[in-house]
């Protein structure tokens, strides 16, 4: 097969990677990729929401099969165009993947199919929605309905900045259209994890469990990001919790993104809340995402034994029941660096040394994100997350120790990490 990859970061040099060992990959491309991606794939210059473009580079190029990384081609349509020419591709519909472009319709179908979430309740009028926050108190949480670039939700302590947050979005405009409607909805207090599985439109087949660490800095102090680490799996997620969430959560989506007439195929990522209740351990669904995470998929990537580009064509082939997937035992960690300042202003074009001294640390793979070569051949940061080094090893603390080894043979002073990734399941 020709293969089309679409996107730039950590994730997408994780697909590419797993996608180039896979024996049914004749030729392997990258739009728009990075330094790192262009090791293992053909780079084309085309951005990733360039959708005319992308769709006539594969007309051009006779594509087979395109796997789309991250959700903003996915809302825009990229997967609706290729299908229209008979294009196979990884992802959802635009209309499937209003999951994760809407928060308010994806709230309305986990209440319609009956998927246990917090309670809620969609605005556009702000006076309505600051009633309902007197009414319901403090904690309560306060998102924007559309794509918010990972700012749209505020987990408001106290009623005054929920109504704080209900005036950004709904009068100041704060997120613009992402923010005309707002979804107010209950505080869960327990702990976060995500859980990936594939979909085909009918069935979904468990992929793994990962936890991400959201905030800057050691000990999750500091402002949010994408994402600064991760690791697979989360010993939270046992396997019972795991059927679980199949069972309660995910099937349930699928059948019911089928009843809609918006069948779900891709990859759906549930952000999840494990509330501890006396009856023990139960899962409520914070939030879906139509995608693989970043950086969780690159910890996914270094577990998975089975070819990777089959099981995502299984997915598009509406197959996934004929698909069996082998994975490492082990726990894989990730640690991203990131340029200074990050997740606010950052330089660009700063010198990463040290890549190759890094790579060549035992069971580790350093992902390239926001990194591009240069004319000369160095390798320059370009982004704020700008590589994941990853290592595999048989526990999560040995996986830690060889990740910061990796991050420690790096010279790349204009970059930083957090130190502590993997805290939650080492002190397990
Ligand atoms: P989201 O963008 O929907 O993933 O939300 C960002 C973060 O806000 C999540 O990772 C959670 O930490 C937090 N969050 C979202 N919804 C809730 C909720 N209902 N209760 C508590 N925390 C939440
Ligand atoms: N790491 C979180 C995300 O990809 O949304």
Known sequence: ????????????????????????????????????????????????????????????????????????????????R?????????????????????????????????????????????????????????????????????????????????????????VGGRFGAAGAEVVVEEFLDGEEVSFFALCDGENALPLASAQDHKAVGDGDTGPNTGGMGAYSPAPVLTPDLQDRVMREIILPTVKGMAAEGKPFKGVLFAGLM??????????????????????????????????????????????????????????????????????????KNTEIRGLDKAGAVENVTVFHAGTKRAEDGRVLSVGGRVLGVTALAPTVAEAQAAAYKAVDALDWPDGFCRRDIGWRAVGR
């Open 1 to 80: 097969m020709k293969v089309l990859v679409v996107g730039s970061g950590g994730r997408e040099h994780a697909l590419c990677w797993a996608i180039s060992n896979s024996p049914l990959c004749d030729a392997l491309y990258c739009a728009p990729g990075n330094a790192g991606i262009a090791d293992v794939a053909t780079l084309v210059p085309i951005g990733s929401e360039d959708v005319d473009a992308l769709v006539r580079f594969v007309q051009d190029n006779a594509i087979d099969f395109v796997v789309v990384g991250p959700e903003g081609p996915l809302v825009l349509g990229l997967v609706d």
């Open 82 to 170: 290729l299908t229209a020419l008979g294009v196979k591709a990884f992802g959802p519909s635009a209309a499937a993947a209003e999951l994760e472009g809407s928060k308010g319709f994806m709230k309305d179908i986990l209440a319609k199919y009956g998927v246990p979430t917090a309670f809620y309740e969609r605005f556009k009028d702000p006076d309505a929605a600051k009633a309902y926050v007197r009414k319901h108190g403090a904690p309560i949480v306060v998102k924007a309905d559309g794509l918010a670039a990972g700012k749209g939700v505020t987990v408001a302590r106290t009623e005054q900045e929920a109504c704080d947050a209900i005036d950004d979005a709904l």
């Open 274 to 347: 494990i509330m501890q209740t006396p009856a023990g351990p139960v899962p409520k669904t914070l939030e879906f995402n139509v995608r693989f995470g970043d950086p969780e998929c690159q910890t996914l990537m270094m577990r998975l034994k089975s070819d990777a580009l089959a099981a995502l064509v299984a997915a598009a082939d509406g197959v996934l029941d004929s698909i069996d997937l082998r994975w490492h035992d082990r726990t894989a960690l990730c640690v991203v660096m990131a340029a200074n300042g990050y997740p606010g202003d950052y330089a």
